[in-house]
C-alpha cells in the first residue's frame, strides 16, 4: 500500500541512504548522480558526506521491437554494457548493435547538454565514486555508470540506492565494489511503489540542485585534497 511506503520522498530517502552509508565512504569521495531522479537523493547524500556532487549521465539503449525495454545503456564518456540474455535472443547483429549505441549517444548528449555551465565532468582518479540513483530495478543504467566510473580512474566504485530489487542486487554486488541499498524487497514491482512522494524531478530542479552544490562544494575537488 503507498500509505505503507517507507520512504516520505526523495530527500527522506537520500538522508535514510546516508545513515546506511555512515563511514563506507572511502578515499576523497564523490557523490555521483543517476539523473535526473537520483539527484535529490544524491544532493542529501553529498551534504551528509561533506563531498563534492556531480551527475554521471546514462541513457538507456531500448530494444527495436520494444523501447521501453532496455537491452543495454550507454554513459558519458562511451561506456557500454548489453543485457547478453536479450541480445541472444535478440538476434541483433554487430551493425544492428552500433546503431542502436549511435542513436542512444544523440539522447545521452541532448540530455547532458542541459547541464552545460553548472557542472564538468569529475576527476576520478583514486577517488572513491559512489554512484547514487533512487531505485534500482534492472541495473542497466547503473552498470553502465559503474564501467564509466572505473574507465575514468575511479579507485573504488560504490553503488547505493534507498531500495534495489533482490535479483537484481547479486549481479551488481559484483560490478560494483559495494553495493549500499536501505531495502532489497524480493517482491520489488516499481521504484515508485516504496515513496508517498513519487514525483518526476522536473530539468529546472536538477540544474537547479548542481548549481547550489557548485557554490556549497568542499575545496577539495581533487586527489590529494587539490582544489
Given at each position: 500500500m503507498q500509505s505503507a511506503a517507507p520512504f516520505l520522498d526523495r530527500v527522506d530517502a537520500g538522508r535514510q541512504l546516508s545513515e546506511r552509508l555512515g563511514d563506507r565512504c572511502?578515499?576523497?569521495?564523490?557523490?555521483?548522480?543517476?539523473?535526473k531522479g537520483g539527484l535529490p537523493v544524491a544532493q542529501e547524500v553529498a551534504r551528509a558526506l561533506n563531498c563534492p556532487l556531480d551527475v554521471i549521465p546514462v541513457q538507456k539503449i531500448g530494444a527495436p521491437?520494444?523501447?521501453?525495454?532496455?537491452?543495454?545503456?550507454?554513459?558519458e564518456g562511451g561506456a557500454v554494457v548489453w543485457n547478453e540474455d536479450a541480445l541472444r535472443w535478440s538476434g541483433l547483429d554487430e551493425t544492428r548493435r552500433k546503431?542502436?549505441?549511435?542513436?542512444?549517444?544523440?539522447?545521452?548528449?541532448?540530455?547532458?547538454?542541459?547541464?552545460?555551465?553548472v557542472r564538468a565532468p569529475a576527476d576520478l582518479h583514486?577517488?572513491?565514486?559512489?554512484?547514487?540513483?533512487?531505485?534500482?530495478?534492472?541495473?542497466?543504467?547503473?552498470?553502465?555508470?559503474?564501467?564509466?566510473?572505473r574507465e575514468r580512474g575511479a579507485a573504488r566504485?560504490?553503488?547505493?540506492?534507498?531500495?534495489?530489487?533482490?535479483?537484481?542486487?547479486?549481479?551488481?554486488?559484483?560490478?560494483?565494489?559495494?553495493?549500499?541499498?536501505?531495502?532489497?524487497?524480493?517482491?520489488?514491482?516499481?521504484?515508485?511503489?516504496?515513496?508517498?512522494?513519487?514525483?518526476?524531478?522536473?530539468?529546472?530542479?536538477a540544474v537547479g540542485i548542481l548549481r547550489a552544490n557548485r557554490t556549497q562544494a568542499p575545496a577539495a575537488q581533487h586527489p590529494g585534497g587539490k582544489a
Open positions: 572511502g578515499e576523497n569521495p564523490i557523490v555521483l548522480a543517476l539523473p521491437f520494444e523501447p521501453e525495454f532496455a537491452i543495454g545503456a550507454v554513459a546503431e542502436l549505441v549511435e542513436a542512444a549517444t544523440v539522447k545521452l548528449q541532448a540530455s547532458s547538454a542541459a547541464y552545460e555551465g583514486g577517488r572513491t565514486a559512489i554512484i547514487v540513483d533512487d531505485g534500482l530495478a534492472t541495473g542497466m543504467t547503473a552498470r553502465a555508470a559503474i564501467l564509466a566510473c566504485v560504490v553503488l547505493a540506492a534507498p531500495v534495489c530489487a533482490r535479483e537484481s542486487a547479486a549481479d551488481l554486488s559484483r560490478e560494483a565494489d559495494e553495493l549500499v541499498c536501505v531495502l532489497e524487497p524480493d517482491y520489488f514491482s516499481a521504484v515508485g511503489r516504496w515513496y508517498i512522494d513519487f514525483s518526476q524531478v522536473e530539468q529546472d530542479e
